[in-house]
């Protein structure tokens, strides 16, 4: 352990409202602080940018999953229990309750939250590649107020986002309208439970009439931010799944990606698997299309 606790400061002042003001009145002062799964590793290594902590855990305005007629709205501070835990999120968006199985191991899905992983913005995070394909709102707040943004575009580069100063994610907003799509989801590591992933993908799509009607695909681990596979979409729109279908997705996907090497696994590596995981996905797709 590399910090001391006495040369920090941790406060918890038990609403949003009261959490958004300290935020306002000490810019860059603060350092929010909600399950503290990746916060906790940085202090441990004494990296914390900051001495100062803000408590989000627990609170109220964070911690619950508003179902409305045409949305989900997942509060930022629901940990991956909550979202294991919660049918709506089990039986409309699988890909995500997959993720929430996926990360880590028990206590950190108890602690850990889905705000948390987004805000800290490894590439590697396990959530983000299903938030990509079901093209999650999120509501930003500050003492200034809120805002309503697309997740797509969330992340700018390497660990960076679009919250401003003082700005926390109160909300990830999910449309309800993928209950009959196909959805794909694997994580690559060295072993299945607590482990980063080499590479993660999620895909969702639809077929109609034996073509490809819809298709979302999107890789984590392959690029400085999560991707959304935007060229292969493009191309597998309209057309039937066959060989030459899939070897050409393969290639196309493949040359969207920007996989480096590093301690978890190389370039190469990544380049290889993602080709693999899209064609497993577009099979798998097929073959639900012809036993519906
Ligand atoms: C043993 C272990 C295993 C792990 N396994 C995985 C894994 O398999 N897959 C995976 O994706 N991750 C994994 N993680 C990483 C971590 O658990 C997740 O990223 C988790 O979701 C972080 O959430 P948290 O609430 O703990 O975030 P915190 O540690 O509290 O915060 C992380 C960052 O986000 C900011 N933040 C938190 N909430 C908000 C908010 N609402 N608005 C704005 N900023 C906010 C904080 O200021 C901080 O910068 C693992 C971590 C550990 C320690």
């Known amino acids: 352990m590399r910090s001391n606790p006495a040369d920090y400061e941790l406060v918890a002042p038990g609403s949003l ?13 603060w350092l929010p ?3 503290g799964t990746d916060v906790m590793v940085q202090y441990g290594a004494g990296q914390l940018p900051a001495r100062k902590l803000v408590s989000l855990w627990n609170l109220p305005e964070l911690r619950r999953i508003e179902v409305s007629e045409s949305e989900v709205q997942i509060g930022s501070g629901c940990t991956y229990t909550d979202l294991r835990e ?3 999120v089990e039986r409309e968006f699988p890909l995500l309750a997959s993720a ?20 800290n913005a490894s590439p590697a995070a396990d959530s983000l590649p299903a938030l990509l394909v079901y093209e999650a709102d999120l509501i930003l707040v500050s003492a200034a107020g809120e805002r309503r943004i697309p997740y797509l575009g969330f992340h700018t580069g390497y660990r960076k986002t679009l919250l401003a100063p003082g700005e926390l994610i109160r909300a990830v907003c999910l449309a309800r309208r993928f209950v009959n799509y196909f959805s794909y989801a694997r994580k690559v590591g060295p072993r299945n439970a607590q482990a980063i992933s080499k590479i993660c993908i999620a895909g969702l799509g639809q077929m109609a009439g034996g073509l490809v009607e819809d298709i979302r695909i999107a890789v984590g681990s392959v690029a400085p931010t999560p991707l959304r596979l935007k060229e292969t979409e493009r191309m597998l729109r309209g057309n039937p799944i066959d060989a030459a279908l899939v070897s050409k997705a393969r290639q196309t996907a493949v040359g969207e990606i920007r996989p480096i090497d590093d301690m978890r696994s190389t370039a190469a590596y ?3 698997v993602t080709g693999n995981l899209v064609a497993e996905f577009l ?9 519906a």
């Not at 099979?283 to 036993?291: A, K, L, N, V």
């Open 86 to 88: 919660s049918p709506v």
């Open 17 to 29: 409202q009261a959490v958004v003001s300290l935020l306002a009145e000490h810019p860059g002062e």
């Open 283 to 291: 099979q798998r797709m097929r073959d639900r299309g012809r036993s």
């Open 270 to 272: 990544r380049s290889a």
């Open 100 to 119: 929430a199985r996926w990360t880590g191991g028990m206590a950190n899905q108890n602690r850990g939250t889905l705000g948390g992983n987004i805000a």
């Open 33 to 35: 602080i909600a399950g």
